[in-house]
């Protein structure tokens, strides 16, 4: 049998240890500061693990058997790990806590296999620009207009949302309700997925890949970190419950390899021609956001009680916070 590559070693053993803390904070709860703290360190841990996990899997000599085998896995863990949280464990029990876990670990598992799927179908790492480029307009125009397939989801199936989205869990506190998981935040998977695709296609073009990670992690933690420090505030119509975190991470790559890229005639024409469709689609979608929120009906202040765990700003029911 042959052995695993380095690469794929360290993806398999983080992989392991956010299993275990998924497993920790689903069944253990802390006193009300400890648990504060250790929800925003969370925000770090399961921010920073899978984009460095996507990282050092990336370096490993990727073929399409090897993409599909992770996608196909992936998926299996994924839908059984739903499957069973609903129907065998039930809400809020303890076998949830463990099968939501093992969706957690196969979200990371297939956004792995597509994004080095998608790698090796790009041949000319020039083409890298358009690819970022487009993503950070059509991302914009995902999570800001409002009727966008991401925004119903996100806003009428918030129980879709916990079974789709990579999550951070926060630490519970002694004075939590209720058993089971609680999410900090949510991340689009898609955003894993084009993070393994770059790494991929940096490492196999032997572009700045290790500065482009030194970059990345500190940048999603401090915007990820907005979202949620600032969820209830509004600038205009974008709310920073809701922001699109493929801009971070298309900048960030762009900017950090810029000098590797040598863009001649034609392609510079294209790029300027997916530059233009990308603004328009952010474009539109903060149009159709200005839109809504100018037709949104002004409501009376109202006071409320909760019993919500003074640890988890996210309350069941409303929008996941996160990109």
Do not use: C
């Amino acid at each position: 049998m042959r052995e695993l590559s380095p690469g794929l070693k360290s993806f398999f053993f983080i992989a392991a240890l956010l299993f275990a803390l998924r497993i920790i904070f689903g069944f253990v709860a802390f006193p009300v500061p400890v648990a504060i703290v250790l929800s925003f360190i969370n925000t770090a841990v399961f921010v920073g693990l899978p984009v460095y996990a996507m990282f050092r899997a990336a370096s490993h000599g990727w073929t399409a058997s090897h993409g599909l085998a992770f996608l196909s896995a992936g998926i299996v863990l994924h839908i059984g790990g739903a499957v069973l949280a609903r129907y065998v464990a039930g809400q809020g029990s303890q076998g949830e806590v463990a099968f939501m876990a093992i969706v957690q670990t196969g979200i990371l598992a297939w956004t792995l296999g597509i994004g080095t799927l998608l790698s090796l179908v790009v041949r000319d790492k020039n083409l890298m620009i358009p690819i970022a480029v487009f993503l950070v307009g059509f991302d914009m125009f995902l999570v800001f207009n409002p009727d966008s397939p991401t925004r119903r989801m996100l806003e009428n199936a918030p129980a879709v949302t916990q079974n789709v989205l990579a999550t951070v869990p926060a630490a519970k506190s002694t004075e939590t309700p209720k058993s089971g998981v609680y999410d900090l935040a949510r991340v689009g998977p898609a955003d894993l997925l084009f993070a393994a695709t770059f790494f991929t296609l940096m490492f196999r073009f032997e572009m700045r890949a290790k500065k482009t990670l030194a970059w990345l992690i500190p940048v999603l933690v401090v915007y990820l970190l907005v979202v949620i420090l600032f969820s209830g505030i509004s600038i205009g119509p974008i709310s920073l419950a809701m922001l699109p975190a493929m801009v971070p991470i298309g900048l960030t790559v762009l900017l950090v390899n810029w000098r590797e890229f040598k863009l001649q005639g034609q392609e510079i024409v294209g790029v300027v021609l997916v530059t233009a469709l990308s603004v328009a689609l952010a474009a539109f979608g903060l149009y159709r956001a200005k839109q809504a929120d100018a037709q949104r009906p002004e409501l009376p202040a109202a006071t409320s009680t909760t019993d919500a765990d003074p640890t988890v700003p996210e309350q069941e029911g409303s929008p996941p916070p996160g990109p």
